[in-house]
């Protein structure tokens, strides 16, 4: 499953069958409703020698926990280079919680490796 978020850069780049062509398409099926969609794709590029596709790819009216099946297509056939999915994601630009010591005016600090011995 690839990870889509929402309001950024998704570029992706994973192995397909080998083809020959340049135009793709990539086919959506929402999961929850079964509605079919597409997706825009920019960037792309193939690399031959191993069948690699790279692109960056944008998912219209997504909502957050969506999910998607996805089929790439060349453009000059019916079928299928590559199967997979997409879980729809909020954008990850929010920032990390900051976290506390459980007892906050404690600071730990570097050990200089000496020890207490107790006699």
Do not use: C
Not at 60 to 77: D, H, P
Not at 79 to 88: A, D, H, K, R, S
């Amino acid at each position: 499953m690839l990870a889509y978020y929402i309001s950024q850069s998704n570029a992706y780049t994973f192995r397909t069958e080998v083809t020959s062509s340049n135009q793709y398409t990539m086919s959506l099926q929402d999961m929850y409703t079964l509605q079919n969609s597409t997706m825009s794709m920019a960037s792309m590029s193939y690399t031959p020698y191993e069948s690699f596709v790279s692109f960056t790819g944008s998912i219209s009216s997504s909502i957050v926990g969506g999910e998607y099946r996805a089929t790439l297509i060349n453009s000059g056939s019916t079928e299928p280079i590559w199967n997979g999915t997409f879980q729809v994601y909020a954008s990850q630009s929010i920032d990390k919680s900051v976290y506390e010591n459980q007892i906050p005016p404690v600071i730990s600090h570097a050990s200089e490796n000496k020890y207490i011995i107790l006699t």
